[in-house]
């Protein structure tokens, strides 16, 4: 079966230091994996993926995720929070199944302080 | 290039009565999705259609959620009868081709059933 846990609900960070959200995915099959983010009363926006190219993928406004197969995760980092970040972050996996499948992690609310 | 738009953006609705909400996709893309949050819980898939036909709609819930996308363009989604648990944000996505491809997600419409 697939699964998505996104291990932290709420993570607080200062404004302009580092930034981690784990993604932990379980699947049986070479997946695609997603971050995306919604911001308040947003769609939500496509950060970056990944689909078997290079393990280290970089997305938009500075985020980037890596890939580790052998501990099946994809975490979200970014060197620098900005105020703007803040927002609540989805973890994505799609797979192929016999018919594809996208299964959502719960989502990882990110506050950011001045 | 439009984006995937929603209408309406917000509906409150009594239980009982019946509510439809629309998605457009963005221009060209074959595949329709529709996806649903319900409070505090993650999104889960709906429906998927490939232009006109439903490919996959095994995530819809029950027989009083009906999906259509009549030639292929946009979708609509009625809700009859609405019922409190059908409270939630309705998330409608598109994408160029099947399989392991970026969908791109609209901004949601959230639904209140009193």
């Known amino acids: 079966a697939q699964s998505v846990t996104q291990l932290d609900s709420h993570v607080s960070v200062s404004e302009g230091t580092p930034v981690l959200l784990r993604c932990n995915y379980s699947?049986?099959?070479?997946?695609?994996l997603f971050w995306y983010v919604q911001h308040p009363n947003k769609g939500l926006q496509l950060l970056l993926k990944y689909t078997s190219a290079a393990t280290l993928v970089k997305g938009i406004n500075g985020f980037e995720a890596e890939f580790k197969k052998s501990e099946t995760s994809f975490h979200l980092t970014k060197p620098s929070a900005h105020m703007s970040d803040a927002a609540e972050y989805f973890c994505?996996?799609?797979?192929?199944?016999?018919?594809?499948?996208?299964?959502f992690g719960a989502g990882t609310r990110l506050f950011v302080k001045a | 290039e439009a984006g995937v738009t929603q209408f309406p953006s917000h509906s409150v609705i009594e239980k009982g009565q019946t509510v439809t909400l629309r998605c457009d996709p963005i221009?060209?893309?074959?595949?329709l999705y529709w996806y649903r949050r319900v409070m505090g819980k993650e999104i889960k898939f709906l429906l998927h259609?490939?232009?006109?036909?439903?490919?996959?709609e095994s995530g819809m819930p029950n027989n009083r959620f009906l999906a259509e996308r009549t030639g292929g363009t946009y979708s609509t989604l009625k809700v009859q009868p609405a019922e409190l648990e059908d409270s939630g944000v309705y998330f409608c996505?598109?994408?160029?081709?099947?399989?392991?491809?970026?969908?791109?997600f609209g901004p949601g419409t959230r639904l209140l059933v009193l």
């Open positions: 994505v996996v799609r797979t192929d199944t016999g018919g594809f499948k996208t299964i």
């Open positions: 259609f490939v232009k006109e036909s439903k490919q996959d």
């Open positions: 221009s060209g893309h074959d595949n």
């Open positions: 996505a598109s994408s160029q081709s099947w399989g392991l491809e970026t969908q791109y």
């Open positions: 699947s049986s099959y070479s997946p695609s």
